[in-house]
């Protein structure tokens, strides 16, 4: 034979060989858990690498809301205050995060939540709305009120002459109430103090926060605990939150980051019953999700998964702000807020709330189609492909019958600053194709690969036995393994005329 021949044979070989392995391997390997052990290494070169690390992305909408009647409430003319939703206010919100370590079971990163924040005038309520007046509660003297009652209860008697020159309601642009909320007294406080003079909402909701998570990564740790925290900032119990410890167990208060997630990515192979909780870091805690259903999203099947609860009852140590106790669906937040603020988060406009609004307030609409805060996870990935984060921030007023009656007005109110929905933005077209083959395809390809490798085992095989006899063809091939077929002979049979029958036929 011929050298190259000889080659082709060889290849032929390899190729079968190659082949037959190949069968063998996906005898005992499952596709999906192949491709999801390759995922949870977290390597540098994941085409889903470049979207998680400008993360988060998406738009932050605000609500805030405009008392039309202060007048008639401080006359005592009207009993409720009669609110007018102003929003959405929207941001461009795009994050950064910056890899610092990274091994083969662990990646520690520093989280950069705004890195960019725009303001978008063409998908807001109106481009000039940062313009618009409007008139809102004085919430630094309303605020003030509720922590003193608490803490110094005796001042009482003096803070109407320490809020002298201030009115109990704040007529002022939206940008002021969003940006530059101060007041005098504050800023003289902030000079002898430690106490911060600006408290509008997203001036100090946007400041960007020391966010420094350990997590785990790579199979050896197991797929089902892929980004599971270990440390956020070097420490297992939330900074803020630490104080907390000395008087509950963290173990039954959410404050122990150990096994949560950062919202970012989740383990594959997700359940309904496998528990998911993340780092709500705006509320110094660690939030449950609790599955609600299967839901249909730009042709991907996901699961839906609640932030909150309706009437959820908040952990005992978190059920209480200064004093005050908070109503189901509600939350202390106060530890991480300015000032360390009387505060509470709820669902907006107090949706699954146990607080009856309406004996105080006309104008809210609670509903969950607009105020229930969800996250939709591709559970095969491990992946949100959308989420809409919404949270009202309130001060829980105490009885203010010891104040001025000005102040007295609002005792046991809740009273909300603002409302806000982080609404995540559509992942990147090749992020959502391969989620869709991973789920679609992958899922489904083993069985057909499997007959592929047999077919180009055999074919190879046949192959070099081809280039072997001379290259023949699979005719010649089929001639030399089953040998030439014999000449075809017919049978006849003859039958012999008797005589008398010859004779008759001749005359």
Same mark, same amino acid.
């Given at each position: 034979?011929?050298?190259?021949?000889?080659?082709? *044979?060889?290849?032929?070989?390899?190729?079968?060989?190659?082949? *037959?392995?190949?069968?063998?391997?996906?005898?005992?390997?499952?596709?999906?858990?192949?491709?999801?052990?390759?995922?949870?290494?977290?390597?540098?070169?994941?085409?889903?690498?470049?979207?998680?690390?400008?993360?988060?992305?998406?738009?932050?909408?605000?609500?805030v809301?405009?008392?039309?009647?202060?007048?008639?409430?401080?006359?005592? @003319?009207?009993?409720?205050?009669?609110?007018?939703?102003?929003?959405?206010?929207?941001?461009?919100?795009?994050?950064?995060?910056?890899?610092?370590? @990274?091994?083969?079971?662990?990646?520690?990163?520093?989280?950069?939540?705004? @890195?960019?924040v725009?303001?978008?005038?063409?998908?807001?309520?109106?481009?000039?709305v940062?313009?618009w007046?409007?008139?809102?509660?004085?919430?630094?003297?309303?605020?003030?009120?509720?922590?003193l009652?608490?803490?110094?209860?005796?001042?009482?008697?003096?803070?109407?002459?320490?809020?002298?020159?201030?009115? *109990?309601?704040?007529?002022?642009?939206?940008?002021?109430?969003?940006?530059?909320f101060?007041? =005098?007294l504050l800023?003289?406080?902030?000079?002898?103090?430690?106490?911060? =003079?600006?408290?509008?909402?997203?001036?100090?909701?946007?400041?960007?926060?020391?966010?420094?998570?350990?997590?785990?990564?790579?199979?050896?740790?197991?797929?089902?605990?892929?980004?599971?925290?270990?440390?956020?900032?070097?420490?297992?119990?939330? @900074?803020?939150?630490?104080?907390?410890?000395?008087?509950?167990?963290?173990?039954?208060?959410?404050?122990?980051?150990?096994?949560?997630?950062?919202?970012?990515?989740?383990?594959?192979?997700?359940?309904?019953?496998?528990?998911?909780?993340?780092?709500? *870091?705006?509320?110094?805690?660690?939030?449950?999700?609790?599955?609600?259903? %299967?839901?249909?999203?730009?042709?991907?099947?996901?699961?839906?998964?609640?932030?909150?609860?309706?009437?959820?009852?908040?952990?005992? !140590?978190?059920?209480?702000?200064?004093?005050?106790?908070?109503?189901?669906?509600?939350?202390?937040?106060?530890? !991480?807020?300015?000032?360390?603020?009387?505060?509470?988060?709820?669902?907006?406009?107090?949706?699954g709330?146990?607080?009856?609004?309406?004996?105080?307030?006309?104008?809210?609409?609670?509903n969950?189609?607009?105020?229930?805060?969800?996250?939709l996870?591709?559970p095969?990935?491990?992946?949100?492909?959308t989420?809409?984060?919404?949270?009202?921030?309130?001060i =829980?007023?105490?009885?203010l019958?010891?104040?001025?009656?000005?102040?007295?007005?609002?005792?046991?109110?809740?009273?909300?600053?603002?409302?806000?929905?982080?609404?995540?933005?559509?992942?990147?077209?090749?992020?959502?194709?391969?989620?869709?083959?991973?789920?679609?395809?992958?899922?489904?390809?083993?069985?057909?690969?499997?007959?592929?490798?047999?077919?180009?085992?055999?074919?190879s095989?046949?192959?070099?036995?081809?280039?072997? !006899?001379?290259?023949?063809?699979?005719?010649?091939?089929?001639?030399?393994? !089953?040998?030439?077929m014999?000449?075809?002979?017919?049978?006849?049979?003859?039958?012999?005329?008797?005589?008398?029958?010859?004779?008759?036929?001749? %005359?």
């Open positions: 034979m011929k050298f190259v021949q000889w080659v082709k *044979i060889v290849l032929c070989v390899i190729l079968a060989a190659l082949n *037959i392995i190949l069968f063998v391997v996906s005898c005992g390997v499952d596709y999906p858990i192949l491709v999801a052990r390759e995922h949870v290494r977290f390597r540098q070169e994941m085409p889903t690498m470049d979207s998680w690390i400008n993360s988060p992305f998406g738009k932050l909408k605000n609500y809301f405009n008392v039309t009647n202060a007048e008639e409430f401080q006359s005592g @003319r009207d009993t409720k205050l009669k609110v007018q939703e102003i929003g959405p206010i929207v941001y461009k919100i795009v994050g950064f995060n910056d890899i610092l370590e @990274r091994n083969a079971t662990n990646v520690k990163y520093r989280k950069h939540r705004y @890195r960019v725009e303001f978008l005038p063409e998908e807001s309520v109106a481009p000039d940062l313009n007046t409007i008139t809102s509660t004085n919430n630094v003297m309303l605020g003030a009120a509720s922590k009652k608490h803490t110094l209860p005796l001042l009482a008697i003096g803070f109407d002459t320490m809020f002298t020159m201030e009115s *109990i309601f704040v007529t002022d642009s939206v940008y002021y109430f969003l940006w530059e101060t007041r =005098p800023k003289h406080l902030s000079k002898v103090s430690d106490i911060k =003079p600006n408290v509008a909402v997203l001036h100090n909701a946007l400041k960007e926060k020391e966010e420094v998570y350990t997590v785990n990564i790579g199979p050896e740790r197991g797929i089902k605990n892929f980004f599971r925290i270990e440390t956020l900032n070097d420490e297992v119990i939330i @900074r803020e939150q630490r104080p907390h410890t000395r008087r509950y167990d963290s173990d039954s208060c959410p404050f122990n980051v150990t096994g949560a997630l950062d919202n970012s990515l989740f383990p594959p192979f997700v359940r309904p019953e496998t528990p998911l909780d993340i780092v709500a *870091i705006e509320s110094c805690r660690v939030l449950p999700l609790t599955y609600q259903r %299967k839901q249909r999203y730009n042709g991907l099947d996901t699961f839906r998964y609640t932030l909150l609860q309706a009437n959820q009852k908040p952990p005992q !140590c978190l059920d209480t702000s200064y004093g005050i106790k908070l109503h189901d669906g509600m939350f202390d937040v106060s530890q !991480c807020v300015i000032n360390d603020a009387p505060s509470a988060f709820s669902m907006p406009h107090f949706f709330s146990s607080y009856n609004w309406s004996e105080h307030y006309e104008g809210y609409t609670p969950a189609d607009d105020h229930e805060p969800y996250i996870l591709e095969v990935t491990g992946i949100p492909v989420e809409k984060y919404r949270f009202q921030s309130n =829980p007023i105490p009885d019958r010891t104040f001025s009656p000005r102040l007295n007005r609002f005792s046991n109110m809740m009273i909300p600053s603002f409302w806000y929905e982080f609404e995540m933005g559509q992942l990147p077209g090749f992020v959502t194709a391969l989620m869709w083959i991973n789920v679609n395809i992958v899922a489904h390809m083993q069985p057909y690969c499997m007959g592929l490798y047999l077919l180009l085992a055999l074919w095989v046949l192959k070099a036995i081809r280039v072997a !006899c001379g290259d023949i063809g699979y005719a010649g091939l089929r001639k030399a393994c !089953c040998g030439e014999g000449t075809t002979t017919a049978l006849e049979t003859n039958f012999q005329a008797n005589a008398s029958s010859f004779d008759v036929a001749v %005359k």
